[in-house]
């Protein structure tokens, strides 16, 4: 795998969901005072796979959000915690696929150093008996 390519999808997670992150955004200070259709946030949402009864239709009040952005948005609470759970669930499984060819390596070399070495003692006993016993 070219180090480009690698160092993409090493950093996949960040970016995970970072479209539907920038879809939460508020609008642009010229529509300001406007309550904002959510739309498209509603579009991306359920392309992810989500249930859009959590979606709001207009901008609402963010304050109480811990992610996404705290002035008017498209992002509830409950948004935040589905989004966050799937990002989890997708870095984990990243990790674990991204980590599998080191373990099996790993397993595998530990293996054969273990035969060797057993070999090793074998041959080290024999030598014991050949210079105590000749």
Known sequence: MPA?????????P???L???LLLLLPAAAGAEGKARSCGEVRQAY???GFSLASV?????????????????TCCTSEMEDKLSQQSKLEFENLVEETSHF???TF??????????LDIIYLFS????LKVNYP
């Open 4 to 12: 480009a390519q690698g160092a993409a999808r090493r950093c996949a």
């Open 14 to 16: 960040a970016g995970l």
């Open 18 to 20: 970072l479209p539907l």
């Open 46 to 48: 359920s392309a992810k």
């Open 56 to 72: 709001p239709y207009q901008e609402i009040a963010g304050e109480h959000l811990r992610i996404c952005p705290q002035e008017y």
């Open 102 to 104: 080191v373990r099996t």
């Open 107 to 116: 397993v595998s070399r530990h293996k054969k150093f273990d035969g060797r």
């Open 125 to 128: 006993r024999l030598w014991d």
